[in-house]
């Protein structure tokens, strides 16, 4: 005998009743943790590209503190939620302490990572594996940007905006704008 899955009832108007079968009715949520000591264009593509298949994708920054970050916790929330903070299904948060913890905490499925090269992959399988065997319930899922990203991170843009380079086709235009704050200080 096959057992009834649970349901929802719905309630609305004019005494119209339907049940809606909970495991349809969760929310499929996902975490990309990261840095973003600045967010720059890869970070938005592969934004871009959870927000697709997932129902809310929460931009989790991490605290950080040991990595010496460039920008403070403040100044990287804010410039997500200027560049970010906007689009539909997106929701910005910070985080501390283990990862898996926060995505039991936000009731999250899934961990979404970006891969952009043979030489980011051990240390992500390696993550992902320890994250795997921390909490076995969250899966981590790897994202490829557009080719065009593939070169891009925080620590290229943060070197050449300390050298004085144009970093405008790389990063948003407020944290252009915040780079040259920084560097011309
Ligand atoms: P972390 O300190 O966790 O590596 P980052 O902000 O550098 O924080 O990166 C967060 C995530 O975004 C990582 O999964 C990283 O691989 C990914 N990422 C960073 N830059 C890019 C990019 N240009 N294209 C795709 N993914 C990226």
């Known amino acids: 005998m096959t057992k009834a899955s649970p349901r929802q009832t719905s309630h609305l108007p004019f005494g119209f009743h339907f049940a809606i079968p909970l495991r349809f009715s969760r929310m499929r949520r996902a975490i990309y943790p990261g840095s973003f000591d600045p967010v720059t264009n890869g970070h938005l593509d592969v934004i871009e590209r959870a ?23 403040e100044q990287r929330l804010d410039l997500l939620q200027e560049t970010a ?16 913890e926060f995505a039991r905490a936000q009731n999250a499925g899934a961990v979404i990572r970006g891969l952009r090269a043979v030489s980011d992959f051990e240390f992500e399988f390696q993550m992902a594996l320890m994250n795997r065997s ?18 891009l991170s925080s620590r290229i843009v943060k070197e050449i905006a ?18 040259s704050g920084k560097f011309s200080q």
């Open 85 to 100: 903070g906007r689009i539909e299904n997106v929701r910005i948060a910070e985080f501390s302490g283990l990862l898996v």
């Open 162 to 179: 300390r050298l004085g380079g144009n970093v405008s086709t790389f990063v948003p235009d407020c944290v252009a704008k915040a780079l």
């Open 134 to 151: 921390l909490n076995a319930a969250v899966e981590t899922i790897f994202l490829m940007p557009k080719e065009e990203y593939t070169y």
């Open 51 to 73: 927000r697709k298949l997932f129902d809310e994708v929460v931009v989790a920054v991490a605290h950080n503190d040991e990595k010496q970050p460039l920008f403070s916790l």
